[in-house]
């Protein structure tokens, strides 16, 4: 599973409870990112970052936030805001415009 | 603002047939096109790129074909086999997206069933 490290694989989320996906890569990409994927769907940007300490956003940024402390770590919390958060989760990383590698993805469902 | 658009949505072809998937995009300063293959559960998988220094490239019975003029480009799958059956998205690069470098947008996918 080369490099990019999801988890959980599944995740449950109670109505108002705030949960985060982790997402670790050894591959020394600068660039990580997180898609959100719906059933039968593309991939929507959430997040990305392309160096420690910066990240921006995509085009569904609406309630999720993340940090980027470290290089090979980039985590997404899901909180309360984001009204409808069952998704299939992706993180990727990447150099600078080059091929982006994926996790294998965190399946989230409300509860 | 940035997009990429591809079609079609969903493709059924009968085994041995050629499949093709086309994409177009909106800055033309975009660089990048990777493909990438997406089966049942899993995670998306790069199958073939290309530059927009190059017009075409092949690998085996895959190949890419751009035309940056028009923005657009396409991938083509010949003597097409059941396993290839899966979702196929397109991305290009934006180098000018939220003032980075080189952020991949996403096609909205294309289904391809292949009939034995």
């Known amino acids: 599973d080369g490099g990019i490290t999801q988890s959980p694989k599944y995740l449950f989320r109670k109505e108002g409870q705030n949960v985060t996906l982790s997402c670790e890569q050894n591959l020394n990409h600068d660039a990580m990112y997180w898609y959100r994927q719906d059933p039968g769907q593309g991939l929507r940007l959430i997040y990305y970052?392309?160096?420690?300490?910066?990240?921006q956003k995509g085009d569904i940024a609406e309630g999720y936030s993340v940090s980027r402390e470290k290089k090979e770590s980039f985590p997404l919390t899901v909180t309360s805001a984001q009204k409808n958060p069952t998704a299939f989760y992706l993180c990727a990383s990447s150099m600078i415009n080059t091929e982006a590698f994926f996790g294998q993805g965190t399946r989230l469902t409300v509860v | 603002g940035e997009n990429v658009e591809q079609h079609p949505s969903t493709l059924s072809v009968q085994e041995g047939d050629s499949a093709v998937i086309k994409c177009t995009y909106s800055d033309s300063a975009s660089n990048y096109f990777p493909w990438y293959k997406q089966e049942l559960g899993k995670r998306p998988q790069l199958i073939i790129d290309i530059r927009s220094n190059v017009g075409e490239k092949k690998d085996q019975r895959i190949a890419v074909t751009l035309n940056k003029t028009a923005k657009h480009f396409s991938l083509h799958i010949t003597e097409t086999q059941p396993e290839d059956s899966a979702v196929y998205f397109c991305?290009?690069?934006?180098?000018?997206?939220?003032?980075?470098?080189?952020?991949?947008?996403f096609g909205k996918g294309t289904k391809l069933s292949v009939k034995p």
């Open positions: 991305a290009a690069s934006f180098p000018n997206y939220g003032g980075s470098q080189g952020n991949l947008i």
């Open positions: 970052s392309q160096i420690v300490n910066d990240f």
